[in-house]
């Protein structure tokens, strides 16, 4: 509340200098401080999944100006998954194959005679169009890539390469990575298609396994090849590094390194948005923020649209107000990113009107509200249970021209209380040209699952494999935890060997609770043989007694009481 207060208070004393029009149509009650934006000269185009190292990157949190792609991938060739193909011939071969695929399972030998057998012309689109629909089955896509590397007329071209690597990547296939890295060099006399992209795919799939060793190693790998390690490419390196939250060993690069490669705005900027967007720590942010004006590093707008986006996030519309202060002393002109934040900041405290007030104003100094200006306030309103007034900005979104992403829908999905709700949403999002990514079935799948509705759950699985998006290990986790939490074991223990079977990691939570369901199941039923020699062994009846306390307790707390205890001691009361 003092927060608000202050805002108002300081809102008033700037007002003041706002254009009249503009001051006459706002609320009476607060009058927002528009002196402060003027037309920026940067232009900021929707950026792509993957941002470069001047703007750093944001995850899929709110108010974030990147968050028009999905959350977890970024394949570095115009992302397969997103893929249109035209060409009607190549998406019916492509189902040939897929089916051929799916119908040999772990068979390698039957799936490359059936393949032989299919003869199917093989081109550029149609391995790219295949390897996108069996992403999450590496041993079926890299059995398919080097079936199609053998046919005759055709030769695998970077981006066939870049996609294959980045499956084998995601799954952890580091040395078979590699070896195509290697054949990608060819010949000393012949040409290589190695470049720093396909080195660069590598980085970030150590990265996103926290693997931060290999990843530097990678980047000095550079020399090797022959290409320029720059400041840009360790930029690259940083922004990988803080993509998949090793913010601090990132950090902890630029300053090992800041004789090699000399402090500037740019690196510092990718590690306070990893703090700010990725991490989401505004204590952190702060810190790397003294520390840019204790070295006398200079900020620019990316630094201001970074920190206030994190303060916007954090509700605390006071500092983002206090940092437009800043901004107007030193001349740095707001761009695109500034207003989304600010925007969002208002939005979240309930203050839609000076928002959309705002976002007018924006218009008329020639900077036009894109996807995230929109979903800045979307997405408030619709945690706010504001819903009318969410799709009131959602239909002027629709006229203006102006395609919503995956995270508009989300945020509505979010908001829905029924399975009937879920799924007509669902249809007009694909009519109006959005399809629904792996997250989209994950969220709606972790709905159901709270709410029991078990046939939705698994109607949303079966549509997710029909359309190519997974499922994948975050799929599979998901779904596997719901069951079981539900109380649904044997299912879940199907899911568990399937997932097994495709040899994606389980949970390790739930690996260990699901053997050891097992495992109390078997001797319930007499399974378990005793140990050799020895008929009574109290050990193992101990501990399947824990086991079998815990399991039930684990299918029957939904239907317990939520209790807590409270402990008294020396006048004082705790939760237990």
């Not at 995850?59 to 028009?68: E, L």
């Not at 090699?260 to 703090?275: A, E, H």
Request: glycine content about 4%; proline content about 4%; some cysteine.
């Amino acid at each position: 509340m003092k927060s608000r207060l202050i805002t108002r208070t300081q809102c008033l004393t700037i007002a003041e200098t706002a254009p009249t029009t503009i001051r006459n149509s706002i609320n009476s009650c607060f009058q927002f401080h528009f002196s402060f934006f003027s037309t920026s000269s940067i232009e900021d185009p929707d950026q792509p999944k993957v941002p470069d190292s001047e703007q750093g990157f944001s995850n899929q949190d709110d108010g974030s100006d990147t968050d028009d792609g999905e959350d977890v991938e970024d394949f570095d060739v115009k992302n397969v998954r997103e893929l249109i193909v035209s060409n009607e011939a190549v998406i019916q071969d492509a189902k040939v194959i897929l089916d051929i695929l799916c119908k040999t399972g772990s068979d390698r030998l039957e799936m490359k005679n059936k393949l032989d057998q299919c003869c199917i012309k093989v081109s550029s689109e149609l391995v790219v169009e295949v390897l996108s629909r069996v992403r999450h089955d590496w041993e079926a896509a890299f059995t398919f890539f080097l079936w199609a590397g053998k046919q005759p007329g055709y030769t695998h071209s970077l981006r066939e390469y870049h996609s294959m690597i980045f499956i084998l990547g995601k799954m952890r296939k580091f040395d078979t990575a590699w070896a195509l890295i290697d054949e990608m060099r060819g010949t000393r006399t012949g040409p290589s298609l190695v470049m720093p992209q396909t080195l660069l795919i590598m980085i970030r799939r150590y990265c996103a396994v926290h693997d931060v060793g290999r990843a530097i190693n990678t980047f000095y790998a550079y020399k090797r090849f022959k290409f320029d390690l720059g400041i840009e490419e360790f930029q690259s390196l940083l922004s990988a590094l803080c993509r998949y939250k090793n913010v601090k060993e990132a950090e902890h690069l630029i300053f090992c390194n800041k004789d090699v490669f000399p402090f500037n705005t740019k690196s510092f900027n990718v590690i306070l948005n990893g703090w700010c967007n990725i991490v989401g720590s505004p204590r952190e942010a702060e810190r790397v923020w003294r520390e840019m004006g204790k070295r006398g590093i200079q900020y620019d707008v990316v630094s201001y649209s970074t920190i206030m986006s994190c303060y916007s996030k954090a509700s605390n519309l006071h500092k983002v107000f206090k940092l437009f202060d800043q901004m107007k002393k030193l001349r740095i002109e707001p761009d695109r990113k500034v207003y989304n934040a600010v925007i969002h900041a208002l939005a979240k405290a309930r203050l839609v009107q000076e928002a959309i007030d705002l976002m007018r104003t924006m218009e008329e100094k020639g900077i036009a509200p894109n996807v995230v200006t929109y979903n800045s306030l979307i997405k408030p309103l619709c945690k706010a249970r504001k819903i009318d007034e969410a799709r009131q900005v959602f239909d002027e979104m629709i006229q203006r021209d102006v395609s919503p992403t995956i995270h508009t829908y989300h945020a509505f999905f979010r908001s829905l209380r029924n399975g009937e709700e879920v799924f007509e949403l669902l249809e007009k999002m694909k009519k109006l040209g959005c399809q629904p990514a792996n997250d989209t079935y994950i969220m709606l799948i972790r709905k159901f699952s709270r709410w029991c509705h078990f046939d939705n759950v698994f109607k949303v699985w079966n549509e997710m494999s029909d359309n190519g998006v997974g499922p994948d290990r975050s799929s599979y986790i998901v779904l596997i935890h719901g069951l079981f939490l539900n109380g649904k074991l044997e299912e879940a223990y199907k899911f568990y060997l399937e997932m097994k079977e495709k040899h994606l990691f389980p949970d390790p939570r739930i690996d260990e609770m699901l053997k050891a369901w097992v495992s109390s199941k078997q001797f319930a039923q007499n399974k378990i043989a005793p140990p050799k020699g020895n008929l009574h062994c109290p050990e193992l009846e101990k501990q399947t007694r824990v086991i079998s306390k815990k399991l039930e307790h684990e299918k029957d707390f939904l239907q317990q009481p939520e209790t807590r205890r409270v402990v008294r001691e020396r006048g004082f009361s705790f939760w237990e």
